[in-house]
């Protein structure tokens, strides 16, 4: 009954799955990583409701209203060192293609943001904290749970300054932890080489991963396109695909930035608003979801709901764009 009922709603649209980290075990920190037991449990479900496409190919078939009833895509955001290890086998295990869109920083040496803000408070003597000139309380850290909600909070915060701003906070903590950058493990140019050599799909998700609204047109336009020539020269192929970080209209990125990932020479990008993908979804802004269970009649209720959910857009088409 499950099977028939997502078969029905499935017609004409296309459900983008989202995930980033996968860690063997979930950090006290951050709960909210799959991890991949989880993920093996959810693979497992997808095979069994759905084929799995790669995403370039589902979006032309949904374009030209040849896409079968029962199709997903599998997407990865940020670049973990991790994806190869543990996700690819799992992947090819099943047979299930994924596009990895990757920040492209990394390869310089710099971790991403969000780890490094994780590894500082973890490493954070029990106290106070004072981020001095923001508009932060002070954060009673006391015990386990009130490090975990200080530092949702703090990323949160972090996550919408312009890069500069956000970069010296992120160094005034490492010094208060004693942590470096470079301890963190990072996603190597080698690791995105094997994934695309096992062919799966590489796309661009900037240099920095920013806030696109709070950057000018300049640095939006080389955060997007940087990131794919970059990527590009790696693979020795062409990367057609781009995820906006963030991912919400309006909020994280708007008209102009969608102008930019088109300018830049990509055929579709990727956000976060949940919803299914229609053939009216413009290519430039495919909505992505991810089922988190806990199990299988919770996720068919989820993924059921998705179906019915508008997938809110900036409500522009390519054709305005040119």
Same mark, same amino acid.
């Given at each position: 009954?499950?099977?028939?009922?997502?078969?029905?709603?499935?017609?004409?649209?296309?459900?983008?799955?989202?995930?980033?980290?996968?860690?063997?075990?979930?950090?006290?920190?951050?709960?909210?990583?799959?991890?991949?037991?989880?993920?093996?449990?959810?693979?497992?479900?997808?095979?069994?409701?759905? *084929?799995? %496409? /790669? #995403?370039?190919?589902?979006?032309? +078939?949904? !374009?030209?209203?040849?896409?079968?009833? $029962? @199709?997903?895509?599998?997407?990865?955001?940020?670049?973990?060192?991790?994806?190869?290890?543990?996700?690819?086998?799992?992947?090819?295990?099943?047979?299930?293609?994924?596009?990895?869109?990757?920040?492209?920083?990394?390869?310089?040496?710099?971790?991403?943001?969000?780890?490094?803000?994780?590894?500082?408070?973890?490493?954070?003597?029990?106290?106070?904290?004072?981020?001095?000139?923001?508009?932060?309380?002070?954060?009673?850290?006391?015990?386990?749970?009130?490090?975990?909600?200080?530092?949702?909070?703090?990323?949160?915060?972090? *996550?919408? %300054? /312009? #890069?500069?701003?956000?970069?010296? +906070?992120? !160094?005034?903590?490492?010094?208060?932890? $004693? @942590?470096?950058?470079?301890?963190?493990?990072?996603?190597?140019?080698?690791?995105?080489?094997?994934?695309?050599?096992?062919?799966?799909?590489?796309?661009?998700?900037?240099?920095?991963?920013?806030?696109?609204?709070?950057?000018?047109?300049?640095?939006?336009?080389?955060?997007?396109?940087?990131?794919?020539?970059?990527?590009?020269?790696?693979?020795?192929?062409?990367?057609?695909?781009?995820?906006?970080?963030?991912?919400?209209?309006?909020?994280?990125?708007?008209?102009?930035?969608?102008?930019?990932?088109?300018?830049?020479?990509? *055929?579709?990008?990727?956000?976060?608003?949940?919803?299914?993908?229609?053939?009216?979804?413009?290519?430039?802004?495919?909505?992505?979801?991810?089922?988190?269970?806990?199990?299988?009649?919770?996720?068919?209720?989820?993924?059921?709901?998705?179906?019915?959910?508008?997938?809110?857009?900036?409500?522009?088409?390519?054709?305005?764009?040119?």
């Amino acid at each position: 009954m499950i099977e028939l009922v997502l078969r029905s709603l499935s017609r004409e649209k296309l459900s983008i799955f989202l995930f980033h980290k996968i860690p063997l075990a979930a950090s006290p920190l951050a709960p909210y990583d799959l991890p991949y037991v989880d993920f093996l449990r959810l693979l497992d479900y997808v095979a069994a409701h759905f *084929k799995v %496409l /790669p #995403l370039d190919e589902a979006v032309a +078939l949904l !374009e030209s209203g040849k896409l079968p009833p $029962g @199709v997903a895509c599998l997407t990865f955001d940020d670049g973990y060192n991790g994806w190869v290890e543990h996700v690819m086998p799992a992947l090819l295990a099943r047979d299930q293609h994924a596009t990895f869109f990757v920040t492209t920083g990394q390869f310089s040496g710099r971790p991403m943001w969000h780890e490094r803000v994780e590894q500082a408070l973890s490493r954070l003597p029990l106290g106070s904290l004072r981020l001095a000139d923001t508009e932060l309380d002070t954060f009673e850290i006391f015990d386990e749970a009130a490090r975990q909600h200080s530092l949702r909070r703090i990323e949160q915060y972090l *996550k919408y %300054l /312009p #890069l500069t701003r956000r970069e010296q +906070l992120i !160094e005034y903590l490492e010094e208060l932890s $004693g @942590v470096r950058p470079e301890s963190l493990s990072l996603m190597l140019a080698d690791d995105v080489r094997a994934l695309h050599a096992k062919g799966f799909s590489i796309g661009a998700h900037t240099i920095n991963h920013p806030i696109l609204t709070l950057c000018s047109d300049d640095e939006a336009r080389h955060e997007i396109g940087a990131a794919r020539e970059e990527l590009s020269a790696m693979i020795n192929g062409s990367i057609t695909g781009f995820a906006y970080p963030n991912g919400r209209p309006a909020q994280d990125f708007n008209e102009r930035h969608v102008r930019l990932v088109r300018e830049a020479g990509y *055929k579709y990008a990727v956000t976060t608003q949940w919803g299914a993908a229609t053939p009216q979804t413009s290519r430039l802004q495919i909505p992505r979801f991810t089922p988190w269970g806990p199990g299988r009649l919770k996720m068919s209720y989820q993924l059921a709901r998705n179906y019915l959910l508008p997938g809110k857009t900036l409500g522009i088409t390519e054709s305005v764009l040119v």
